[in-house]
Nanobody, 123 residues
């Protein structure tokens, strides 16, 4: 079973950028669909982006389309989320997740989760 560890979160001013990383253990990383989600206090976990096994296809939530970019490096067992033009409403805990078989835009489609990393955007 793959294990996921996120990094790269922090405090940034509105309009700034961050790149989150999701490091996976094991040798089967390239067999998983990878997704990024976020959860703000008192809110549900929201889908942000997903990427297929080879990285050839990506999907985005409307709320982040054009600002966030998901990518992966299978040689490094790592997925990334580049976040630009950050807004205070992007403040949340960001988590990566792994899925098998199909791409889902909801948390239940993913079977393995990282612990999350906090992103805080100040105004």
């Amino acid at each position: 079973q793959v294990q996921l560890v996120e990094s790269g979160g922090g405090l940034v001013q509105a309009g700034g950028s961050l790149r989150l990383s999701c490091a996976a253990s094991g040798r089967t990383f390239s067999s998983y669909i990878m997704g990024w989600f976020r959860q703000a206090p008192g809110k549900e976990r929201d889908f942000l982006a997903a990427i297929t096994w080879s990285g050839s296809t990506t999907y985005y939530a409307d709320s982040v389309k054009g600002r966030f970019t998901i990518s992966r490096d299978n040689a490094k067992n790592t997925a990334y989320l580049q976040m630009n033009s950050l807004k205070p409403e992007d403040t949340a805990v960001y988590s990566c997740a792994a899925a098998s078989g199909y791409i889902g835009h909801y948390p239940g489609a993913y079977h393995t989760w990282g612990q999350g990393t906090q992103v805080t955007v100040s105004s």
